[in-house]
């Protein structure tokens, strides 16, 4: 099924509560200090048009937008939810706008630096990353109805392997990624998983390796926190940019996915 909205606002409750809990009095400032903005784990991204007289200010933590608004004394910030007398965020809207291509760039740079395995040609015009589970159906069904794009040369697959649905999950991506040709390997498991079908398909394709290598191990798991961290809770989660050069993601395989992904239906 389809994630939510790229990168989501925070509850209301949520919200509120960390407001309550981060409103800290402070010398006379534009914004709070940069050691609470770190240790608050916040990137700033600049200012933010908001209503209600308040000074913003637009920033993010992992996968979540975060205003930060000045009180008048000028010696408090406030951190949460604005809302009108109907209950309506009023800045969600400017908000999401101003974080989510500095979000969405941090996530493309988070992704180029995982060890994923190629899949298609390294000149094609569209890469898209894909977090995959070497016992996941519906990622193999991804890398099987794929084809098209990828042997028309138009997408290039990236698969950041994880180890995280079926105990022999870790060995098997393990496997794949030590192997002498990533590619190949993860070709065959694929086509493997596909032939035997979801009843039987854990024991089939890549052979898990054991025991796993400690890099490897460490490889995977990084992996694994790279989905935590950007709230990506199941596989197939693929990331990619749009026409207008914008991050998207989505998780999981809903009808018409790959069309919106990778374009127009390849031909060889």
């Known amino acids: 099924m389809s994630a939510s909205p790229l990168f989501p606002l925070p509850a209301l409750a949520g919200a509120l509560a960390l407001s309550a809990a981060l409103a800290l009095p402070a010398a006379a400032s534009e914004l709070p200090s940069e050691d609470f903005l770190a240790q608050q784990g916040l990137t700033l991204v600049g200012p933010l048009p908001a209503v209600g007289g308040l000074k913003a200010w637009a920033a993010y933590r992992d996968r979540q937008p975060v205003p930060i608004y000045r ?3 000028g010696k408090h910030w406030v951190l949460g939810t604005v809302i009108d007398a109907q209950g309506r965020d009023v800045n969600a809207q400017a908000l999401q706008a101003a974080v989510q291509k500095p979000m969405g ?9 995982a060890q994923s395995i190629p899949d298609g040609r390294a000149d094609a015009p569209r890469t898209v990353y894909v977090f995959t589970d070497p016992n996941c159906p519906y990622c193999n069904q991804l890398w099987n109805d794929a084809r098209p794009w990828v042997e028309s040369g138009q997408v290039q697959l990236r698969h950041i392997l994880v180890g995280i649905l079926k105990p022999s999950s870790e060995g098997k991506a393990a496997a794949m990624l030590t192997a002498r040709q990533p590619e190949q390997a993860l070709a065959e498991h694929a086509r493997a998983y596909a032939k ?5 398909a854990e024991g089939a394709g890549a052979t898990p390796l054991a025991p796993v290598p400690q890099a490897t191990r460490q490889v995977l798991a990084s992996h694994a926190s790279l989905m935590s961290t950007w709230g990506l809770r199941a596989t197939p989660a693929l990331v990619w940019k749009d026409d207008k050069g914008l991050v998207q993601v989505r998780t999981g395989l809903p009808p018409g996915l790959l ?4 374009g127009p239906r390849g031909r060889k």
């Open 259 to 262: 069309e919106e992904v990778m």
């Open 105 to 113: 760039e941090q996530l493309w740079s988070d992704v180029q630096r």
């Open 71 to 73: 009180m008048p004394d």
């Open 196 to 200: 035997a079908g979801r009843a039987s």
